[in-house]
Nanobody, 125 residues
Framework: QVQLVESGGGSVQAGGSLSLSCVGS????????ISWFRQAPGKERDLVAR????????NYADSVKGRFTISRDNAKNSAYLQMNNLEPEDTAVYFC??????????????????WGQGTRVTVSS
């Protein structure tokens, strides 16, 4: 099983940018689909973006499409989330997650097998 560690969170003003990183412990990082979820206080954990094994397929939530970019570098056992034009509504704890196969709906947290501890993003207006 893979262990995931997120980094890059912080506080920014609306319109600013942040880049999040997710580093996996496995040398077979390419075997996993990778996703980013976020969870704001009092709200459910929502899917932000996901990326396939080689990065050929990328998907985004409508709320972040055009502003966020998910990518991966399997040689570095890493995935990234570049967040531009941040809005106060983006404030949340961001988690990376991994799954060997998408055996359920990708937007459900239960579909994903492995999780990082999360990194907090705060966007002020």
């Amino acid at each position: 099983q893979v262990q995931l560690v997120e980094s890059g969170g912080g506080s920014v003003q609306a319109g600013g940018s942040l880049s999040l990183s997710c580093v996996g412990s496995e040398g077979t990082f390419s075997n996993y689909f990778i996703s980013w979820f976020r969870q704001a206080p009092g709200k459910e954990r929502d899917l932000v973006a996901r990326i396939s094994w080689s990065g050929s397929s990328r998907n985004y939530a409508d709320s972040v499409k055009g502003r966020f970019t998910i990518s991966r570098d399997n040689a570095k056992n890493s995935a990234y989330l570049q967040m531009n034009n941040l809005e106060p509504e983006d404030t949340a704890v961001y988690f990376c997650a991994a799954a060997t196969n998408l055996e359920g709906p990708p937007h459900l947290a239960s579909t994903w097998n492995y999780w990082g501890q999360g990194t907090r993003v705060t966007v002020s207006s």
